[in-house]
């Protein structure tokens, strides 16, 4: 279940940000857990959507996070970002809900292609992308420096919102 985030999450949101593969393929110098939920929980800007992904069983637990962001409503576009924690890895979950959020983005904001990019070397992200019936369109040479300070090629992937998308298993 996707809901929005909420400020009783800063220790999940803590948790998650000391994870070594979290670490590894986001920004350099992320803001606190508290700087990134606020940014997260205010959608006011227009500019993106953000949910925290929840057990149905148990809506306080953080599974994992998906992201639409630089929302561009006059270009119809969107990119997205997740990550999920280290319980929940290998269980498709990820793709599940990219696909979720990209569908959201097709129906609610009228979206027509919503992209993703991960370092080439993040070969479960690229699986993610893949399953979620997301595209391979190309490579961008030393584009984004992760936490390991280092600048990674990645690979850009997309969806639209007329393909026709079978969920791989």
């Given amino acids: 279940m996707l809901r929005p985030w909420r400020p009783a999450d800063v220790p999940e949101v803590a948790a998650a940000a000391v994870d070594p593969e979290i670490i590894r393929w986001n920004r350099v110098g992320v803001p606190t857990p508290e700087e990134w939920l606020a940014k997260r929980g205010d959608w006011t800007a227009g500019d993106h959507a953000s949910w925290a992904v929840v057990s149905v069983d148990d809506k306080e637990h953080v599974m994992a996070a998906i992201s639409l962001h630089h929302l561009d409503l006059e270009q119809q576009n969107s990119e997205v970002g997740y990550w999920v924690g280290p319980a929940y890895r290998g269980k498709h979950l990820g793709a599940r809900i990219l ?15 919503v992209h993703l990019f991960h370092a080439i070397d993040n070969h479960a992200s690229c699986a993610v992308a893949r399953r979620a019936g997301f595209q391979l369109e190309g490579t961008h040479r030393q584009s984004y420096k992760f936490g390991d300070g280092l600048w990674h090629d990645e690979h850009s992937h997309a969806r ?10």
């Fill in 160 to 169: 639209l919102n007329d393909d026709v998308v079978t969920m791989l298993s």
């Fill in 99 to 113: 696909d979720v959020a990209t569908r959201f983005g097709f129906e609610t904001y009228g979206l027509r292609r």
